[in-house]
């Protein structure tokens, strides 16, 4: 049994660290100050090799495009376009939502106020 153990402690860390991957697509409607509506939905891609896309509305258009790392529960974002500081998020994958809490962003267009949570698209 001790011998199983070690084995049984790894296959936990590591079933925890893949249920922690921020990759895949994500969905997230917000309010709009927008004269046409009320609220904005976006989608956004991470993938797997360390870049992500965001389409607004869901039009099939990308209009944002930019990197990203990953240390522990953390998230790093860098768009390639307009506001180009780093931005800083703790995350958290539960099942189909990924939860974003903002630590550090200087870009207004991108952070939100709070923690929010996206959806598997």
């Known amino acids: 049994m001790k011998t199983l153990l070690p084995l049984f402690l790894m296959l936990g860390f590591t079933l925890n660290l ?3 991957n921020p990759q895949g697509s994500w969905v997230i409607t917000t309010p709009c100050d927008c004269q046409d509506k009320k609220e904005m939905t976006w989608q956004w891609t991470v993938k797997t090799d360390g870049t992500f896309e965001v389409d607004i509305d869901l039009d099939g258009t ?3 495009t930019g990197k990203y790392w990953v240390e522990g529960n953390k998230i790093m974002v860098q768009n390639d376009e307009g506001c180009t500081a780093k931005g800083t998020y703790e995350f958290t994958v539960d099942g189909e939502k990924l939860w974003m809490d903002p ?11 709070r923690k929010v949570f996206f959806t598997k698209a």
């Open 18 to 20: 893949s249920a922690q």
């Open 62 to 64: 990308v209009e944002v």
């Open 103 to 113: 630590i550090e962003d200087s870009c207004e267009g991108r952070k939100p106020p």
